[in-house]
C-alpha cells in the first residue's frame, strides 16, 4: 500500500510537503515518483527517485519549485512543494516502479496510492 499526506488549500506562493509512506512492498528497491491530475485533465507524471543513487528527475512544470526526496528507513517519499500556483491544483498520486522511467508513462507504474488533493487558491 502506499498512503499520501500533507494535500490541502494553500494561496499561490506558498508551500506543502506531501508524504507517501509504503507498507508491503521492499520500498528500498522500488523507483518513487508524484504524478497529478486535474479535473478533465490526464495523468500528469511530475517527479521521480530512483532506488539505487537516488537520482530524480522532474517535469518542467516541476524544476526549480518542487523537490523529491526518500528515506528509506521511514520507507516514505516525499514531495516539497514551493512556490505554487493555481494551476498545481490537483489530485496528487504517489506511485511504486521496479523500473524507471516512470514519468514517461503511468504503465509501468506498480503501485499507486490514493491521492491526495493540493488545491491553490489565487
Known amino acids: 500500500d502506499l498512503v499520501e499526506s500533507g494535500g490541502g488549500l494553500v494561496q499561490a506562493g506558498g508551500s506543502l510537503r506531501l508524504s507517501c509512506v509504503a507498507s508491503?512492498?521492499?520500498?528500498?528497491?522500488?523507483?518513487m515518483g508524484w504524478f497529478r491530475q486535474a479535473p478533465g485533465k490526464e495523468r500528469e507524471g511530475i517527479s521521480s527517485?530512483?532506488?539505487?543513487?537516488?537520482?530524480?528527475v522532474y517535469a518542467d512544470s516541476a524544476k526549480g519549485r518542487f523537490t523529491i526526496s526518500r528515506d528509506n528507513a521511514k520507507n516514505t517519499v516525499y514531495l516539497q512543494m514551493n512556490s505554487l500556483k493555481p494551476e498545481d491544483t490537483a489530485v496528487y498520486y504517489c506511485?511504486?516502479?521496479?523500473?524507471?522511467?516512470?514519468?514517461?508513462?503511468?504503465?509501468?507504474?506498480?503501485?499507486w496510492g490514493q491521492g491526495t488533493q493540493v488545491t491553490v487558491s489565487s
Open positions: 506511485a511504486a516502479s521496479v523500473t524507471p522511467g516512470i514519468l514517461s508513462t503511468t504503465s509501468r507504474v506498480n503501485h
Open positions: 508491503g512492498l521492499p520500498f528500498k528497491d522500488y523507483v
Open positions: 527517485i530512483n532506488s539505487d543513487d537516488d537520482a530524480t
